[in-house]
């Protein structure tokens, strides 16, 4: 079946413009989620989506990021006035499932997409 | 706040002999464990994970891991390392209470033939 995809796989853009970066889900996983990897680090969790709600945007580094989930489903993560910092490996992952619920440990783990490669110049 | 720690910033094993990635972690409360494999130019691939239940999980590829409450550890294992095992491996904790999930930095693993 389809994994998790984003669009695009590669954007350059210069300092101070706007980037859309898209996620689109595996079918039926209801939490979503973006990390940011720069080189040689671990993945830096940035928000999680439980359906069309933001329930965690802790890690989001300041207001010029912003995502949405308006249907529940595809994922834009949105970079208002682009700095060269904020270069990286945007991922996006989904899970069947986010907070626990009892009788199964199925569904937690997390499908992560090829991730977006940002570059600002 | 959760975190996660790996030693080791690269793991060098011979083909056929058993391998160990180390990771430890610090959660308020209950945690879930994860453990994923990248490889160049690839997305991060789940290998197996720690919920509830038994300690031993066992995963794809032949890896397992032990979870060990009272070391706060979740090391990753495997009997006989392949040379295709050679790959960068991160271990990732949640609090069950919470959503956030966080990575450690990562352990290169190098598999020699």
């Known amino acids: 079946g389809a994994g998790v995809s984003q669009t695009p796989s590669n954007k350059v853009t210069e300092k101070g413009k706007y980037v859309e970066l898209r996620c689109d889900p595996i079918s039926g996983h209801t939490a979503l989620y973006w990390y940011r990897q720069s080189l040689g680090q671990g993945p830096e969790f940035l928000i999680y989506?439980?359906?069309?709600?933001?329930?965690?945007d802790s890690g989001l580094p300041n207001d010029r990021f912003f995502a949405v989930r308006p249907e529940g489903s595809v994922s834009t993560l949105k970079i208002q006035r682009t700095e060269r910092g904020d270069s990286a490996v945007y991922l996006c992952?989904?899970?069947?499932?986010?907070?626990?619920?009892?009788?199964?440990?199925?569904?937690?783990?997390?499908?992560f997409g090829p991730g977006t490669r940002l570059t600002v110049t | 706040a959760q975190s996660v720690a790996q030693p080791e910033d690269q793991v060098n094993v011979a083909e056929g002999n058993p391998l160990t990635v180390k990771c430890t972690y610090s959660v308020s409360g209950n945690p879930y464990l994860f453990w994923y494999v990248q490889y160049p130019n690839r997305g991060l691939q789940f290998l197996l994970k720690y919920i509830t239940g038994d300690n031993l999980v066992k995963g794809s590829y032949g890896f397992e891991a032990e979870f060990n409450k009272s070391q706060t550890s979740f090391h990753l294992k495997k009997p006989s390392a392949l040379v295709s095992d050679s790959a960068l491996y991160f271990c990732?904790?949640?609090?069950?209470?919470?959503?956030?999930?966080?990575f450690g930095k990562g352990t290169r693993l190098h598999i020699l033939p």
């Open positions: 992952a989904s899970s069947l499932k986010g907070r626990w619920t009892s009788g199964s440990t199925l569904g937690y783990e997390q499908y």
């Open positions: 990732a904790v949640r609090d069950a209470r919470d959503d956030k999930i966080i």
């Open positions: 989506f439980q359906g069309t709600g933001a329930a965690d």
